[in-house]
């Protein structure tokens, strides 16, 4: 049996050093604590928000 090969693209199947360099600086600006956030990192302030959530529904009669 015989299937037709199709050339893929160049970028396929890899990652560019763009976006290696643009999720390294999403990951530094995403670490780094707010004024905003009661100097919390915003997964820390996602992570407490969520906590909260599920206590809420959790406690709810």
């Known amino acids: 049996m015989h299937t037709a090969r199709f ?3 160049s970028w396929a199947g890899r990652t560019s050093s763009t976006a290696i ?3 390294a600086v999403a990951l530094a600006l995403n670490s ?3 004024k ?3 100097w919390k990192t915003p997964g820390e302030a996602l992570s ?3 906590r909260l959530l599920t ?3 959790a406690t709810t009669p």
């Open 7 to 9: 050339p893929s693209p």
């Open 21 to 23: 360099r643009l999720n």
């Open 32 to 34: 780094r604590p707010r």
């Open 36 to 38: 905003t956030l009661a």
């Open 48 to 50: 407490e928000q969520l």
């Open 55 to 57: 206590d809420s529904v």
